[in-house]
Structures are given as structure tokens and as C-alpha cells.
């Protein structure tokens, strides 16, 4: 099964800063690399995704790369403001019919003013 | 975009008692899962909820403890049966649409057993 592995799992940076989380896994048949974004009290959303024919995606202040040779794939905030803080999650998944989200274990980031 | 309500939003039972959770869809989707989150923890895959059959359930969990019904595409329950201190969590019903990986996930059920 697949074995996702994912750093830091706290973040504290300053509003303005950027903060980058970084997603490991072992199952080279993954081919669908999406965050999400859970807030206290809510169910997790999604923010980006990639999949395995594309380096990089962006979106305004976040951005995932991916490095399907080595098996892992980056979380980028840039701009960071107190609404980013946040529970982030990666879920490398295989698209196939029965695919599952495996969810890694997930960063706490905090954006302090 | 699939927009997931789950009923009720939190909950507090008695041990040996069990709660049903409902999870409605605003559109038809080929998938719907449930999962189980213990605070400040990732997310569990408990089941895949199979429209008109019995669920496909993950290791560590049973159907005893854990049914699961989908009578339609945009409708499914969980039951917690039996339950203990253990149990309290929070349940969260996912779905998503065949061809598109996109899966969309409620805001939970949260669990406290006495």
C-alpha cells in the first residue's frame, strides 16, 4: 500500500512569509497529487492538485510542484496571511476506478501577524 | 462542485447505544466514502459506500460495527453500533464523480460516547 509521508507537521511563520510543506510517497502508480485545507470545526477542502504529466501548478498565492522521479510533491504559500492558517493535508491517489485518497499525516500551519 | 450536508453535526451518546449519520449529496456522484478523524489526527478511511450493494470496507473495520447503506447516488448513512468511549471522533461522509478526481468532503459529524 502507499506510504505517505509529510514535513513539517507544524509551521509557524510570519504574515507575509512563505511557508512550503513537502509530500513523500512510495506507490510509483499514483498519478493524482491534490492538498486540502481543513479549518477548525470544517471538512477538509480542496486548494490545489497536479497530476503526473504537469512539473508545477499555480493558483494566485499557492502553488504545487511535483518531482514524480523522486515520489514527492511541494505545497507552496507565498503571502502568507492569518487566514492561511490552517490544518494542510496531502492525498496522492491513483485514478483508476477503485482509487483512494491517502492521506498524509498533515501540517498545522499557524500565520502570526 | 458537489456540495456534501451531513446530519446530525455533533452529537453526545451513551455507551452500548448507536448513532445513524446521514450524508446528502446536491448531485449525483459514482463514489461516496466515510471516514473517521480522532482530534489533531489525519483522516481514516472507514468504508466505500456502493450504491444498491453492500460497502467495501477498509482493514480494521466491520460492517457489524460500522453499516453502511446508499439506497441512491446522492444519499448514504453510517451507523455507529454498539458503541464505547472509542468511538468518539468525528465522521466525515466524502464523495466524488467518476472521470473527475475532484472528491468533495462534508463538515463532519462529531462524536462523544459517555
Known amino acids: 500500500g502507499e506510504n505517505v509521508e509529510q514535513h513539517p507537521s507544524t509551521l509557524s511563520v510570519q504574515e507575509g512569509d512563505s511557508a512550503v510543506i513537502k509530500c513523500t510517497y512510495s506507490?510509483?502508480?499514483?498519478?493524482?497529487f491534490p492538498w486540502y485545507k481543513q479549518e477548525l470545526g470544517k471538512g477538509p477542502q480542496l486548494i490545489i492538485d497536479i497530476r503526473s504529466n504537469v512539473g508545477e501548478k499555480k493558483d494566485q498565492r499557492i502553488a504545487v510542484t511535483l518531482n514524480k522521479t523522486a515520489k514527492h510533491f511541494s505545497l507552496h504559500i507565498t503571502e502568507t496571511q492569518p487566514e492561511d492558517s490552517a490544518v494542510y493535508f496531502c492525498a496522492p491517489m491513483t485514478t483508476d476506478s477503485w482509487g483512494k485518497l491517502q492521506f498524509g499525516a498533515g501540517t498545522q500551519v499557524v500565520v502570526t501577524p | 462542485s458537489a456540495v456534501i450536508s451531513q446530519k446530525p453535526s455533533r452529537d453526545i451518546c451513551q455507551r452500548g447505544t448507536s448513532l445513524t449519520i446521514q450524508c446528502q449529496v446536491d448531485?449525483?456522484?459514482?463514489?461516496m466514502f466515510w471516514y473517521r478523524q480522532q482530534p489533531g489526527q489525519s483522516l481514516t478511511l472507514i468504508a466505500t459506500a456502493n450504491q444498491g450493494s453492500e460497502a467495501t470496507y477498509e482493514s480494521g473495520f466491520v460492517i457489524d460495527k460500522f453499516p453502511i447503506s446508499r439506497p441512491n447516488l446522492t444519499f448514504s448513512t453510517l451507523t455507529v453500533s454498539n458503541m464505547s468511549p472509542e468511538d468518539s471522533s468525528i465522521y466525515l461522509c466524502?464523495?466524488?464523480?467518476?472521470?473527475?478526481?475532484?472528491?468533495?468532503f462534508g463538515a463532519g459529524t462529531r462524536l462523544s460516547v459517555l
Open positions: 466524502s464523495a466524488r464523480t467518476s472521470g473527475k478526481n475532484i472528491q468533495y
Open positions: 506507490d510509483s502508480a499514483s498519478n493524482y
Open positions: 448531485s449525483q456522484v459514482t463514489m
